[in-house]
């Protein structure tokens, strides 16, 4: 099964899909960690408004539905898309490691 899978799609975009998906926990986790601050804030607007609007969990919807997309349509997809994608994320969670490192969350806040 997993064989098949990576003749179909490659390896390349495979490797770059989990990536992708591994940078979307990464992405949580930091903002989690660095909205602890009170310094700190979600830049993006979308985000902030499914976290503000959709409860605990309002980061959810928009994750898996990302993945989820980029599941149905790897196939189809050219590796630059995902290369892109890939660039963004390791940029959003980059940012949110500078923010932890600058303005640490309190104890009490994680």
């Known amino acids: 099964m997993c064989g098949q899978l990576v003749s179909t799609v490659g390896h390349r975009k495979l490797i770059l899909f989990l990536v992708l998906v591994g940078l979307q ?27 503000t609007n959709l409860g605990a969990f309002g980061w959810l919807a928009p994750k898996v539905a990302l993945v989820a997309f980029g599941a149905l349509i790897l196939r189809r997809l050219p590796r630059w898309p995902l290369t892109f994608a890939v660039s963004i994320y390791v940029a959003i969670v980059a940012n949110n490691l500078v923010a932890i490192l600058l303005f640490p969350p309190s104890a009490a806040g994680i």
């Open 25 to 51: 926990i990464a992405d949580v986790i930091t903002t989690k960690v660095a909205l602890a601050a009170p310094s700190n804030w979600e830049m993006n607007p979308a985000m902030a408004w499914c976290m």
